[in-house]
């Protein structure tokens, strides 16, 4: 499976989003593999890894984000489960998981519940340890500043916002993925 190409078939009609997503994408799979080369003794898969690293986000083209060329209806709080049904319809259910997970460290029911949230009552935490890895690069990034990597401070002080809870998941994380 190449996920670019998979973005692509996506993405061909909007190549402006389209090399967001790529850049994105890139920079949290390269993190992410040189996590996994840095610990060897987590014993990820590292061709899923990349695989779903790339395609994390393919969800954001379905949502309303001008800002990042994305011209979808849906709330972009919804890109992970958009993603996610868009994986699944392509056999790639383990991709999915990755996807639907990725939001903040992770959405639990209470906090869907509690804020609102247009998304299905569920528990979208990450659970293995190549989904943990992958939300943990992607806090790093942002598809509107593609050009800066996050300090691990600047990401526990957004986390802060949203609850303590991020904020202790995320250090966890750190002593686990931190390279």
């Avoid at 319809?89 to 990725?102: F, N, S, Y």
């Avoid at 639990?108 to 340890?129: A, C, G, H, K, M």
Wanted: charged share 25%.
């Amino acid at each position: 499976m190449n996920p670019i190409e998979l973005i692509h078939k996506y993405y061909q009609d909007n190549p402006q989003c389209e090399e967001i997503l790529l850049t994105h994408s890139r920079q949290v799979a390269d993190m992410v593999l040189q996590i996994n080369d840095a610990h060897p003794e987590l014993q990820m898969n590292r061709d899923f890894l990349y695989e779903a690293a790339m395609l994390h986000d393919i969800g954001i083209v379905r949502c309303d984000a001008p800002s990042i060329f994305c011209m979808g209806k849906e709330p972009y709080i919804r890109h992970g489960v958009e993603g996610a049904e868009m994986l699944r319809r392509e056999g790639l259910p383990q991709h999915a998981r990755v996807a639907e997970r990725h939001t903040g460290t992770g959405l639990t029911v209470d906090q869907i519940r509690n804020q609102q949230l247009p998304l299905p009552l569920q528990d979208f935490s990450p659970e293995t340890l190549e989904e943990q890895a992958i939300c943990y690069a992607d806090k790093f990034f942002s598809k509107s500043h593609l050009d800066e990597k996050k300090s691990y401070e600047r990401i526990l002080k957004s986390l802060d916002w949203f609850g303590h809870e991020g904020v202790e998941r995320f250090q966890y994380w750190h002593e686990i993925f931190g390279i």
